[in-house]
């Protein structure tokens, strides 16, 4: 039998994403990256005797948006703990996270992927805690210690084991990335580190209710990563008990470049974090009223985008699903769509030319040199006949690098459609005595030389002949002959 | 000598001449140097505080001086001072400096009070005789041979041999009450948050207290006021207004309701301690206030209950000190983990790895409901008993220790003999409630006893208000 059929992969996810709030979790220090290192640090983040936390309220706001984006319920008490462990770029000895009671539990998303049933993954819980500073080896005195990372807020939020393919654990990771960048609490980028994933990965055989011995894969930097390095896990412990073996619990660290997961020195996972809540913080809690008024200010989730774009503007849900995987897309069709009615012209523009721009200059949409309005005034341009698709695209290329309107280089360069029947009627005739033989050739009912003669037509005009008028008139022409 | 009783009267002195900031500042330093013995500072500020008395000297003479003008002040050196050393009496921070000030010790500076120095106390605040300090034992200034008590000895033995006019300490579980005892000074322990905690090195967060010494009920008045209140850097602080004490405390006096606690008079109690206070007590009634024996039943747990409590938050709380960012790092260490084992078993002294290592076996898993979440459950309980005994009284009167100090080297190799000496102050600490010590005269060795005063949460008014009647009868 088929490994796929005998074993059935059992995997949960903890995805940390780092919060774009202005200032770290439990001081005021800048929580932007990129200064000189341990720049951006105080005593409280630097751990110094006597210092003290306080809690960052706007930590605990972002926290609920994602509670309320998963559907979880949001705990209006909960327990800030401490979990104990020594590593030198944690300067308290602990890190300020939560445990018992955590912000939000018990939520859900739906995954799709391609050709299968829509996935339900549950969500166990969202907590709040603290990042670390940075360890930077290879330095000429040996390892230094940045810690301007150290007390940067991140929300940590752990699925149940429902996820039961690397492709699904990849596509949860990307719904979960939609859903920051639209809550607008984190940028999601995995590259960078502000969005992070641990998979526990474990299998069983098919059809069995008790779970294998799972291992923990860390290091997973990218989508593609999460996707090879689970992938190549489920096949390492298949081939293990499958030469009889067992699998030892433990952590392992996925290395890009040479696509293989390796096991961490086992002295740095045998861990005790000895959580307990800590004296310093009171409970997190949450009014009826900061509740509701975190729930009003959520904005529009891709979810309600999709419900609009396929039954508003009459979308084929694959479109609405392209369009909202970015919501700087969805919310630029969204504006072109306020200055045309050709909804599907406007989806396909964004869908091909402008994201293929968006992929070959490496620019985001908001740096993108057309604007909404601009798009839509070359699709109005296409949809009333002054220009047609071919010329379309050529204005378009010229709006990139001239920064034009559309309607200022169809001007400009004269490319409006060419539909006048009787001008068009003249030139096919002219054309037609020039090449006699193929004439004959159509005559005698050989359909080929009929497309001859359109592109004949076409250059003649330089592209600028309305193809539906060419067709009807050349088609009419030659049944007088 | 002094020539005043408190710091109203030294004001007054300073306003009309009559005494010098600058001499009163000398006279202090040179009794610091004359009882080096002691042992009592850590850090010495002699030029910053000449330099800091002749400024607050000439804002007395132009009327724009803050409250505590002129107030000599020796602060336990487990408290943050920018740019000075905060060494917790440990070799792991002997060459430490701290990068900012505390709360508490900056609305001192800023009522223009002038920080003599920092004084010696028990390694992390940890000990009841203030002998593990990394920087030798501090003495009792009634006998050298005897112990001032701990951990905030230091500053008992600041105020009581006139080394200052006033001291800050801490106390988790007696560390301010049982040294003001020993010393013959008056001590008190705040509600907890009444203080900010923010510059307090911590030793168990949900039990540390700063609270004064002084040689007078007023002064201990005249310090809360100013320390007392919240700070939005300690997220524990409580926002219950401050009262204005000095004023309350000039009021006529109200009949209290006094409640004896009859655990607090039991076996181990040294009998001329059990006298003193009887008499007080006797005094007291005849003064007209009410008098009436109390149960307090849940107090035979509060030992074990503190001790598995602060030495798991100890645990934690002292992580931080392990070589690698800041303090002193054991040399040749083989790698990471040598280095974090052999400079926290080199710096570390012998009293904090104890608790530090019991506090990481109750907390550890398998073992956190039978100890932590138990010992948990039981301060509720201490709490319950306190708050159901001040619906009956307004204060509770008890021996601050059951004896008074004793000899150096006695109780240092038994640590649960040392641990019992704290046994009538923990309770206030799991309580979270006020307790002051005030002296009430010697035993036959000449070595003063302590009354201790709790009160229910933020009446530290009423600890005051009885303090100074007992005051006036010691008088
Ligand atoms: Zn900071």
């Not at chain 1, 944690?90 to 299968?116: A, M, R, T, W």
């Not at chain 1, 080896?137 to 940590?156: F, S």
Request: glycine share 6%; aromatic share 8%; net charge negative.
């Amino acid at each position: 039998m088929n490994k796929e059929y005998r074993y059935e992969p059992v995997i949960g996810l903890e995805v940390h994403a780092q919060l774009l709030t202005n200032t770290k979790i439990f001081c005021g220090c800048s929580a932007k990256f990129g200064a000189a290192p341990n720049t951006n640090v105080c005593p409280v983040c630097l751990g110094h005797p006597g210092v003290l936390p306080v809690l960052n309220e706007r930590v605990v706001e972002f926290a609920m948006k994602m509670g309320f984006a998963v559907n979880c319920s949001i705990n209006q008490k909960s327990i800030i703990a401490r979990k104990n462990y020594f590593y030198p770029d944690s300067p308290k000895g602990y890190q300020i996270s939560q445990f018992e009671l955590p912000v939000c539990e018990n939520g859900h998303v739906i995954v799709s992927l391609k050709d299968k049933e829509p996935k339900k993954i549950r969500i166990k819980r969202i907590h709040i805690e603290e990042d670390a500073g940075k360890s930077v080896h290879d330095l000429p005195y040996g390892t230094g210690i940045d810690l301007n990372r150290c007390g940067t807020p991140l929300i940590e939020i752990v699925t149940e084991p429902d996820i039961s393919s690397a492709e699904e654990a990849a596509a949860y990771m990307m719904k979960i990335r939609q859903l920051v960048q639209y809550l607008g609490i984190c940028d999601g980028n995995m590259e960078e580190g502000s969005l992070r994933c641990d998979a526990n990965v474990s299998i069983r055989p098919r059809g069995s209710e008790t779970l294998g011995t799972k291992t923990e894969i860390k290091n997973m930097n990218s989508f593609r990563n999460v996707e090879k390095a689970i992938l190549f896990e489920i096949n390492r412990q298949h081939e293990i008990l499958e030469d009889g073996g067992s699998i030892i619990q433990q952590t392992l660290l996925w290395d890009a470049d040479a696509e293989e997961a390796r096991p961490m020195r086992s002295k740095e996972e045998a861990h005790d974090y000895r959580y307990f809540p800590d004296p310093d913080l009171l409970p997190v809690i949450i009014s009826d009223s900061w509740l509701s008024s975190v729930r009003e200010s959520l904005p529009e989730l891709p979810a309600s985008y999709i419900d609009r774009f396929t039954n508003v503007f009459g979308l084929p849900v694959y479109d609405a699903e392209v369009l909202t995987q970015e919501k700087s897309i969805a919310t630029y069709f969204d504006e072109v769509c306020k200055f045309t009615t050709d909804y599907k012209s406007a989806s396909n523009w964004i869908m091909g030319e402008v994201m293929r721009i968006l992929k070959e200059q490496k620019i985001e949409i908001c740096s993108f040199p057309i604007t909404a309005e601009a798009l839509a005034e070359l699709i109005n341009l296409c949809q009333n006949n002054t220009i047609s698709i071919k010329i379309a695209r050529e204005v378009f290329g010229y709006m990139i690098v001239e920064k034009k309107t559309a309607g200022q280089i169809v001007k400009e360069k004269q490319l409006v459609q060419l539909s006048d029947e009787g001008a068009i009627r003249t030139i096919i005739a002219e054309i037609l005595t020039k090449f006699p033989n193929e004439l004959e050739e159509l005559k005698s009912g050989k359909e080929k030389v009929f497309g001859f003669f359109v592109g004949q037509i076409m250059k003649e005009t330089k592209g600028k002949a309305n193809p539906q008028v060419v067709n009807t008139v050349l088609r009419a022409m030659v049944t007088e002959l | 000598m002094i020539q005043y009783d408190n710091h109203r009267q030294k004001l007054a002195l300073i306003c009309s001449g009559q005494l010098s900031l600058q001499e009163n500042v000398e006279f202090f330093l040179s009794n610091i140097k004359k009882q080096s013995n002691l042992n009592a500072f850590i850090s010495v500020f002699e030029e910053q505080a000449r330099k800091q008395a002749s400024l607050v000297a000439s804002k007395i003479a132009q009327g724009n001086a803050g409250k505590l003008a002129g107030m000599v002040v020796a602060v336990k050196d487990v408290l943050a001072l920018e740019g000075e050393k905060l060494t917790c009496a440990s070799a792991i921070l002997a060459n430490f400096t701290s990068i900012y000030t505390a709360t508490a010790v900056q609305k001192l500076i800023d009522e223009d009070a002038v920080i003599i120095g920092k004084t010696n106390c028990d390694e992390f605040a940890m000990g009841s005789s203030n002998e593990n300090s990394a920087f030798g034992a501090v003495k009792n200034p009634v006998n050298a041979e005897y112990v001032p008590g701990g951990s905030s000895g230091g500053s008992a033995v600041a105020v009581a041999a006139y080394m200052c006019d006033v001291a800050l300490g801490t106390d988790t579980g007696g560390s301010i009450r049982q040294p003001a005892s020993f010393c013959g000074v008056v001590g008190l322990k705040p509600t907890y948050s009444r203080v900010s905690r923010y510059g307090l090195t911590a030793f168990a967060s949900s039990f540390d207290t700063i609270g004064p010494f002084a040689r007078s009920i007023d002064d201990v008045a005249a310090v809360m006021e100013v320390i007392a209140g919240y700070d939005d850097r300690d997220a524990t602080s409580s926002k219950i207004a401050v009262e204005n004490y000095i004023t309350e405390l000039s009021l006529t006096s109200d009949v209290l309701r006094i409640g004896v606690p009859k655990e607090y008079f039991g076996e181990g109690l040294q009998p001329e301690v059990r006298s003193a206070i009887t008499s007080i007590l006797d005094k007291l009634r005849e003064a007209g206030h009410q008098i009436q024996e109390v149960s307090l039943p849940s107090t035979r747990n509060a030992i074990a209950t503190y001790y598995i409590l602060t030495m798991a938050e100890v645990s934690s709380n002292l992580e931080r000190f392990d070589g690698a960012r800041y303090g002193e790092r054991a040399e040749n260490s083989a790698n990471l983990n040598d280095m974090y084992c052999n400079s926290r078993t080199e710096k570390l002294g012998k009293e904090v790895k104890r608790r530090i290592l019991l506090g990481t076996y109750v907390l550890s898993a398998g073992y956190y409901d039978a100890y932590y979440r138990k010992a948990q459950q039981v301060r509720r309980l201490i709490k319950e008993d306190f708050s159901r005994v001040f619906s009956q009284v307004d204060v509770l009167v008890t021996p601050t220790a059951p004896t008074t100090a004793f000899r150096i080297g006695e109780k240092s190799t038994d640590p649960l003999e040392m641990y019992l000496s704290d046994i009538y102050t923990t309770s206030a600490n799991l309580a979270g409630i006020p307790g002051m010590s005030i002296p009430v005269g010697s035993d036959n060795n000449g070595l003063p006893i302590g009354l201790q005063i709790m009160a229910n949460e933020f009446q530290e008014l009423e600890l005051l208000k009885l303090g100074s009647v007992i005051e006036k009868i010691m008088r």
